[in-house]
């Protein structure tokens, strides 16, 4: 898997329908888009891409997703070219809305620590280094924790071509309610942040850069949950690494925390 920077300058393509994407990827984890990929060509199905928001304040990344397709050419994002220009597909797993949720900062990129990388190019699909992707996750990730978002990946749910929508469809229908960002922050204000199956704190294990990380898994079945399906987050929800949490998804029929921790015991 490789790691490219996707750009976004709104001065240049207005982004209309930004809030209701914003708002379908709250609530059902995810949205499809596609994205211009520059001048590259190298971009395959399972990269890493990270969304940097430029040209206009604030500066700095907003999303990330995984490429869904090898690049492709259609009609230019720009109505005043007549050539074509280079798109892939593009499965979002986080996104903010720079102007209520903020973005991770482009100086926060520019400290010194990724000096490979190019944090401000013209144009999309630029390579980023793997210690500079490394780097950019964890801030990402913490970033995104700060505002209540924690995108599950479990191991079968990685964006192959073959199994990714196989997968995605159960990461669906965990991260519309497992996702919540006020529902998340009251279930870890309640239980803590260590993992109510086997103990595990990041934070002890990993210091500073494992502070406040941790999935949270619900407790209801699924196929139990209806539309109108209101989440308590103390009596419904649980802090778990995402260890547990990927056992407690894996078989056809979810183990409970308890089954989980008795399996874990013996």
């Not at 990929?37 to 990344?61: N, Q, S």
């Not at 309610?177 to 086997?198: D, L, Q, W």
Request: glycine letters at 6%.
């Amino acid at each position: 898997m490789n790691t490219y920077l996707l750009t976004w300058n709104p001065k240049r393509w207005d982004w209309s329908d930004l809030d209701a994407e914003v708002a379908a990827l709250k609530s059902h984890g995810f949205f499809d888009g596609r994205w211009s990929a520059g001048g590259t060509k190298r971009i395959e199905p399972g990269d890493r891409v990270y969304l940097m928001r430029l040209g206009v304040e604030p500066r700095g990344i907003m999303a990330s997703g995984f490429a869904l397709t090898d690049v492709f050419q259609d009609t230019h994002w720009d109505q005043n070219r007549s050539d074509l220009a280079n798109y892939i597909d593009v499965r979002f797993d986080a996104l903010l809305h720079p102007d209520i949720d903020g973005v991770l900062p482009l100086a926060l990129l520019q400290d010194g620590k990724t000096p490979h990388t190019n944090w401000t190019p013209q144009a999309s699909g630029i390579s980023i280094d793997p210690t500079s992707a490394a780097y950019v996750e964890s801030l990402w990730q913490e970033y995104l924790f700060q505002n209540g978002q924690s995108p599950i990946q479990f191991p079968e749910e990685m964006p192959t071509p073959a199994l990714y929508y196989e997968g995605a469809s159960r990461q669906i229908s965990v991260n519309a309610y497992e996702r919540n960002p006020r529902a998340r922050k009251a279930c870890i204000e309640h239980y803590g942040v260590s993992c109510v199956v086997c103990g595990f704190n990041f934070e002890t294990v990993y210091g500073d850069i494992g502070k406040n990380f941790i999935h949270v898994h619900h407790l209801v079945p699924i196929a139990d949950i209806g539309e109108s399906y209101s989440v308590d987050p103390i009596a419904d929800l649980r802090p778990v690494c995402p260890n547990c949490h990927a056992m407690l998804h894996h078989s056809t029929s979810e183990l409970s925390v308890d089954s989980l921790k008795n399996r874990l015991s013996r």
